[in-house]
T-cell receptor, first 114, second 112 residues
Framework: DVKVTQSSRYLVKRTGEKVFLECVQD?????MFWYRQDPGLGLRLIYF???????EKGDIPEGYSVSREKKERFSLILESASTNQTSMYLC?????????????FGPGTRLLVL | AQSVTQLGSHVSVSEGALVLLRCNYS??????LFWYVQYPNQGLQLLLK??????LVKGINGFEAEFKKSETSFHLTKPSAHMSDADEYFC??????????FGKGTHLIIQP
């Protein structure tokens, strides 16, 4: 079974702090994604990566950056956290590139920014 | 560009009744369509997906969905609802290689 893990289930941070959300997958997948989930808005794509050192902006990249130094790990960075970044963050991965590929999701990190 | 509309943020059915969750999509290219379920405080699990092989797609837990190009729809159904089906369901579309576009989600409520 594919396993996608996220470093924290819950995080509480203060406005202005630098925040790191970590995601690790154990299936040697090339492609990894970060989404945020908000009530009534569904999931929205923040960033994705097709390979180590590569990154692409999704639909809502503002206020975020990412890092992919190793194939299995994809980090989401909030350079200066703000209250409007309070949300559930979900990481996903897939081994195939293409529109029909199934994405496998981690359990999510619920972030509260005070 | 693509988009997904899920009709009804909450759908309530009686236990044993038909479940119908509606999803309409818009895509400028032939779409691939997905239904995911989210269990409480967990990530998303794939229920089923349409990849153009067959218009009627069967998934896990007794769910199925039918792709109707003329109606741009991909509604999710289950003949008989169980209490354990009470979760949040997301329809998603992709027309390219760059991530999924999700609907806003539908909470399924099962009345005993």
């Amino acid at each position: 079974d594919v396993k996608v893990t996220q470093s924290s289930r819950y995080l509480v941070k203060r406005t202005g702090e630098k925040v790191f959300l970590e995601c690790v997958q154990d299936m040697d997948h090339e492609n990894m994604f970060w989404y945020r989930q908000d009530p009534g808005l569904g999931l929205r794509l923040i960033y994705f990566s097709y390979d180590v050192k590569m990154k692409e902006k999704g639909d809502i990249p503002e206020g975020y950056s990412v890092s992919r130094e190793k194939k299995e790990r994809f980090s989401l960075i909030l350079e200066s956290a703000s209250t409007n970044q309070t949300s559930m963050y979900l990481c996903a991965s897939t081994g195939l590139r293409g529109a029909s590929a199934t994405q496998y999701f981690g359990p999510g990190t619920r972030l509260l920014v005070l | 560009a693509q988009s997904v509309t899920q009709l009804g943020s909450h759908v309530s059915v009686s236990e044993g009744a038909l479940v119908l969750l509606r999803c309409n999509y818009s895509s400028s290219v032939p779409p691939y369509l997905f239904w995911y379920v989210q269990y409480p405080n967990q990530g998303l699990q794939l229920l089923l997906k349409y990849t153009s092989a067959a218009t009627l797609v069967k998934g896990i837990n007794g769910f199925e969905a039918e792709f109707k190009k003329s109606e741009t729809s991909f509604h999710l159904t289950k003949p008989s609802a169980h209490m354990s089906d009470a979760d949040e369901y997301f329809c998603a579309v992709t027309g390219g290689a760059d991530g999924l576009t999700f609907g806003k989600g539908t909470h399924l409520i099962i009345q005993p």
